[in-house]
């Protein structure tokens, strides 16, 4: 079950970043961006409202993957696939850690 919500999560996330950069790219710059091109919707809402709103559609994605990944980080708990540096680095001082030797290199037989 915990497997299926961080993949779940892990994907909401994903969708959100993309999401993110989608709007951020939308936002008008120095000179307008992309924002200023919507012509028509300046007699509706006008560009500022336009702006506006991008710019809080953008924060509110900023806080939900904020929000998300901290949940996500919360839903792996302490599972095997963890590790405890601080054991590690105990049992190393107390010499029960035995690191692989380094393998040794074959002769290459001479050529004749």
Do not use: H, Y
Not at 50 to 71: C, N, Q, R, Y
């Amino acid at each position: 079950m915990s497997n299926v919500l961080f993949l779940v999560l892990t994907i909401l996330v994903v969708i959100a970043s993309i999401l993110l950069t989608i709007v951020v790219l939308l936002q008008s710059g120095k000179d307008g961006g992309l924002a200023s091109n919507f012509v028509a919707a300046n007699q509706t809402f006008g560009v500022r409202q336009t702006a506006d709103a991008l710019e809080k559609f953008t924060w509110g994605l900023v806080a939900f993957i904020l929000v998300l990944s901290i949940v996500t980080s919360f839903t792996l708990g302490k599972g095997r696939n963890t590790m405890d540096v601080t054991e590690q680095i105990e049992q190393q001082a107390a010499g029960q850690v035995e690191f692989p030797a380094a393998p040794v290199p074959e002769e290459v037989p001479a050529q004749e």
